[in-house]
């Protein structure tokens, strides 16, 4: 009687499935999956509204990644054509650095000091030098940035340049704004013009 019942249910599940995929299940489901694992531009936006607007960035930027983590959310960009990499850190309470770090004399020590704090790194940075320090537009104010030249280890290029920034929201709340490439790539240009549309 048990393995009647046994047979029963499997041909009712094979029937099931079969008639799932014929009233496009199957399309149902990639869809599903696909979206999921690569979501839209629209739906990366709408993640990235936790760390600030980025409805009105130039369509020569492509947000790639929109997440939270340990307790940071990050919006990671891309700009299309040079592969310039540009980062929004919202690190909450747990401050990783700050506008009067970016300021002081010190500041390559404290950005060293920061990159050790950081666990489960997958980059590991080497001769951090300063080469700049000025002011750049986001989230509606000027920002102190510092420009800064690095090797990397455990990462395909060696050499970059970048900067890093931090901006305040409206409500007083800061943001880390990193942006990087190949040193002979970089181009501050970029930078601001990505960092002046967050809002």
Known sequence: MGCLRNIIRAIILTLAVIGFLSLGGKELVMDLLRNWVNPSQSTMIEKAQKVGDFSNINEEFEIEKATGLMGYNAVVAEHKATGQKMIVVDSGSKSL???????????????????KKVKYQAISVEDIAVT???????????SPYIKFEAKIKKFPIDDISGIVAVAKTNEGKERILISINEREKYSHLISEEFFKQIK
């Open 132 to 142: 700049k320090k000025g002011y750049i537009n986001s989230y509606g104010i000027a």
């Open 97 to 115: 650095i700050s506008a009067e770090d970016l300021q002081s004399e010190n500041i390559e020590e404290k950005i060293k000091t920061t990159i």
